[in-house]
């Protein structure tokens, strides 16, 4: 590609990014599993077209905080979430908020790629159907091939869309997963250690797609690999002991952080 | 601060900053040798600046592809990055520095016929111990990597480059004095510009201790007092 052009796409979407107003907005979100409190009064922004990374140790809060942008808590009994998460300025909390269509404009990725035992196609076109996004097959058609397309997996998959979505390798059924989550056209999309199943091809592949999916869509991701928060976005905020610590331009938050747990963590030292 | 997780990783940081060390002292020693041997007119010890210079050269190497496998392996981040990064810009400043001192060390020779004037050796061995003492001092920080040290080292290059003036005026007034002089200043003038480079080296040194202990680089336009280059325009 064009580096010129390249450059300028950057420049554009770095632009917007500072225009518009944050995506979503956590103020003072905190979590309770029963008795137990995971989260402490998080406040944090999501920034639109902006990738976003969580990272932290294990039991930090990180995957928790991620839950609660699509209310993935709700389906855990004990879970309490108390504060306010916005989504274009509205509670996702509110009781009025249709469950199903915010996890519809929230999209979800998982760490292990988790595809329906049904073919490529279905797996592509179950959701759209059940919202209602396609009028006629050749509608849905098209939202499978266009949504195969974004995750980078059209051409390796185009003859055999009749086939079982579980024969495809590792990295092809987390790029499945990607593709279905694209397919009811989300705003956010939230990953949950997309990679850590993956091997350095398959990983590699599904950050280039993160990196292309950050022009249209709002991403946040979480991640236990330093690297690959560093590599893929833009904007990191690490957790610990269910507090967020700090939250920072990528490039200043891994070559010189303002906390020293940040330090700590990302350095791989002792706390 | 706390050590790695992994205490490989420290072993590794730890000997990065012991050849640094060694690369200093011998850099350090090299300089020094080269300004006694110049002013003594003593071409045995120039011989083993020059010589030095392989082991110094080595060194740099070394510590470049240690550094190399280091961030190949480990994948430092933050002040561990800031550090190594450092390290090989180090490593290459010092690097040069023996170079400085190895070329003063050859013109040993090329002056031993007349010998160096012995107001002129004062001068340049006053030069020598500014610039020597910089060099030292900033190994000094380097080992506590104190940020408000290395910012006072930076401050003080200019009164190197003062002197390197004043040495480069004098050596002007000898070659107009007399002619004959002018083969052995202009060795000097030469001597005296790689000395004040030295000192320039330090500098560096400072600014790059600067940036791994903050993560910033240092404020301001770096203090100068070198004239030289304006001095003689008009010859009265």
Request: net charge negative; aromatic share 4%.
């Amino acid at each position: 590609m064009n580096m010129m052009t390249e450059a300028a796409v950057e420049k554009a979407l770095d632009q917007r990014m500072n225009d518009l107003s944050y995506k979503m907005i956590g103020k003072d979100v905190s979590v309770y599993y029963g008795e137990k409190r995971a989260l402490f009064d998080v406040n944090l922004n999501v920034r639109q077209n902006t990738v976003t990374a969580l990272i932290g140790p294990s039991g930090c809060g990180k995957s928790t905080f991620l839950r609660t942008l699509n209310r993935m808590n709700d389906t855990i009994d004990s879970c309490r979430v108390t504060g306010r998460i916005t989504l274009d300025g509205d509670d996702i909390y509110d009781p009025a908020i249709d469950v199903v269509e915010l996890r519809a404009r929230v999209g979800m990725v998982f760490q292990k790629p988790n595809p329906f035992p049904k073919s490529i196609y279905e797996n592509i076109s179950y959701g759209p159907r059940i919202h209602g996004l396609a009028r006629s097959k050749t509608d849905m058609d098209q939202i499978v091939e266009a949504s195969l397309q974004r995750a980078g997996l059209w051409n390796e998959v185009k003859d055999r869309l009749q086939e079982s979505g579980t024969g495809l390798s590792g990295g092809q059924q987390q790029r499945l997963c990607i593709a279905r989550a694209i397919a009811v056209s989300p705003e956010v999309i939230l990953m949950d250690e997309p990679c850590s199943a993956l091997d350095p091809i398959a990983t590699a592949k599904v950050e280039e797609l993160i990196h292309e999916l950050r022009s249209n869509y709002t991403i946040v991701i979480v991640t236990h690999s330093m690297q690959q928060a560093a590599r893929v976005s833009q904007r990191t905020a690490m957790f610990h002991l269910g507090q967020l610590v700090e939250e920072n331009d990528t490039d200043k938050m891994f070559t010189n952080p303002d906390d020293q747990r940040t330090q700590d963590y990302i350095m791989g030292r002792f706390g | 601060m706390s050590s790695h997780i992994m205490s490989a990783f420290d072993e590794e940081l730890k000997y990065l900053n012991r050849r640094i060390s060694e690369m200093g002292g011998l850099a350090e020693q090299m300089c020094a040798d080269a300004v006694h041997a110049l002013v003594n007119g003593d071409s045995a010890l120039a011989q083993k600046v020059i010589s030095d210079d392989v082991i110094l050269d080595n060194a740099e190497r070394e510590i470049q592809e240690k550094a190399i496998v280091t961030i190949a392996k480990r994948q430092p981040m933050a002040a561990d990055l800031r550090e190594i990064i450092g390290t090989l810009r180090i490593a290459a400043d010092l690097e040069r520095v023996g170079d400085l001192g190895k070329n003063n060390a050859k013109r040993v020779i090329a002056v031993q016929g007349t010998g160096v004037p012995r107001k002129l050796a004062r001068g340049l061995e006053h030069l020598s111990e500014l610039a020597l003492v910089q060099l030292k001092e900033v190994l000094d920080v380097f080992a506590n990597r104190s940020a408000q040290k290395a910012e006072a080292i930076r401050q003080r290059d200019e009164e190197i480059d003062a002197m390197y003036t004043s040495l480069f005026r004098e050596l002007l007034t000898y070659m107009m004095e007399d002619p004959r002089n002018i083969t052995t200043c202009t060795h000097l003038l030469f001597c005296a510009k790689n000395i004040e480079r030295i000192g320039d080296h330090a500098t560096n040194i400072a600014e790059t201790i600067y940036y791994i202990a903050t993560g910033a680089q240092p404020q301001g336009e770096r203090p100068k007092d070198d004239s030289s280059n304006t001095l003689g325009a008009v010859v009265e």
